[in-house]
Structures are given as structure tokens and as C-alpha cells.
């Protein structure tokens, strides 16, 4: 089986059009770096806390993928809970430490914390990932046209 964090690259135009930088640092740990930009401002410094939240999301996501993707499964977020600590700014460099605390053959157990260019907690998370075959996903299906 191809490579399945090269896969999920390849198709993710969310993470590739908000120029998300992966980097898989061991199974179950991953840090991830995005800058903000003017759109994704909702005020005229701040950015949106669902472009945080999405941005966590992908942290805990791949931090999951990372841990499973040998095994032959795709993995998608059931729930998470983020809190904010400080607004990320315009023109700041953020980066996502995703890890897995506790992965079992089907749920797994996360943790996201976001820093910015000062190593300042912006937004922390827990949350909880579902682990599935990646021939019952729509990548597979696609893939297989
Ligand atoms: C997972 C659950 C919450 C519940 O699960 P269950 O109670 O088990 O549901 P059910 O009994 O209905 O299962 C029937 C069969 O379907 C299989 N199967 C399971 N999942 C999938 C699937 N996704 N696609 C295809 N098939 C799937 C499962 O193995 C089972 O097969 P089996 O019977 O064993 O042969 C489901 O309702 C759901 O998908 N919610 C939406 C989640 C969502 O959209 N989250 C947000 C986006 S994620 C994200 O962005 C994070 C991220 C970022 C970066 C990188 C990576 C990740």
C-alpha cells in the first residue's frame, strides 16, 4: 500500500490552500505550521477562531494519522475541545504540536497545543479520533476511479 500520509497530502486542498507545513517527527507526534494571513482575519489584527480551530483539527488529525497510517487506516475527528488562550494575529507564524496519548484499534486519544513565533500558548485541545480501514474512505474510492 502507497504511503498513506502521502496520499492524504496529495488530496487535502484545505491544508495545502491555507499552506500547511507537516512535519512527522516520530509515530504519534507531528508539528504542523501555518502563517496568518488578511483572510483569515475576523477582525482587522485577529484571526477567527474557526481558522484555529480548523488549524487544530488537522494537528490532531495527523498526529492520529501519523500513529495509524502503517497499519493501513485513515482516521476522522469524532469531538475536541479547544480552548483559546490568546488571539494569533495577522502576519503570525503558528505552530501545532499534534500528539497521541492513547491509541486503541479503533478510538485514539489526542492532544493539540498551538504556539505562536514567541512561544506563546495560542489554543489547546483534546480530542478524540476514529480509526477506519482506508479502503472504506472516499480517497480509496476516488483513487480506484
Ligand atoms: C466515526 C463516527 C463518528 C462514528 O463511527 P461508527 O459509529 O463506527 O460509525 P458507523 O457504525 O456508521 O460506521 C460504519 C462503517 O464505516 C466505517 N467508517 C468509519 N468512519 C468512516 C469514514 N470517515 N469514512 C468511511 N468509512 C468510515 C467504519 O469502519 C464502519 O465499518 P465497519 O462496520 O467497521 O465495517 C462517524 O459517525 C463519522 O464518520 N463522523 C464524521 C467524522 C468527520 O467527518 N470528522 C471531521 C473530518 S475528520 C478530520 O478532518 C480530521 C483529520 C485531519 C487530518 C488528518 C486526518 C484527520
Redesign the pocket.
Known amino acids: 500500500m502507497e504511503d498513506l500520509i502521502r496520499i492524504?497530502n496529495q488530496v487535502?486542498n484545505?491544508?495545502r490552500d491555507n499552506h500547511y507545513e507537516l512535519n512527522i517527527i516520530e509515530e504519534g507526534l507531528i508539528h504542523y505550521e501555518m502563517t496568518i494571513e488578511e483572510r483569515h482575519l475576523a477582525t482587522p489584527t485577529a484571526a477567527h477562531g474557526g481558522v484555529i480551530a480548523a488549524f487544530m483539527?488537522?494537528v490532531?488529525?495527523?498526529a492520529?494519522?501519523s500513529a495509524i497510517h502503517k497499519e493501513g487506516k485513515?482516521?476522522?475527528?469524532?469531538?475536541f475541545k479547544i480552548s483559546y488562550y490568546q488571539p494569533a494575529y495577522l502576519g503570525d507564524k503558528l505552530k501545532g504540536i499534534g500528539k497521541v496519548d492513547k491509541k486503541g484499534n479503533?478510538i485514539i486519544f489526542t492532544t493539540g497545543e498551538i504556539y505562536n513565533q514567541h512561544n506563546e500558548i495560542v489554543a489547546k485541545a483534546i480530542g478524540t479520533?476514529?480509526?477506519?480501514?482506508f479502503e472504506?474512505?472516499?480517497i480509496a474510492k476516488k483513487l480506484n476511479k
Open positions: 492524504y487535502n484545505f491544508g483539527d488537522a490532531i488529525g495527523v492520529a494519522l485513515l482516521a476522522s475527528t469524532i469531538e479503533r479520533l476514529n480509526a477506519y480501514p472504506k474512505g472516499d
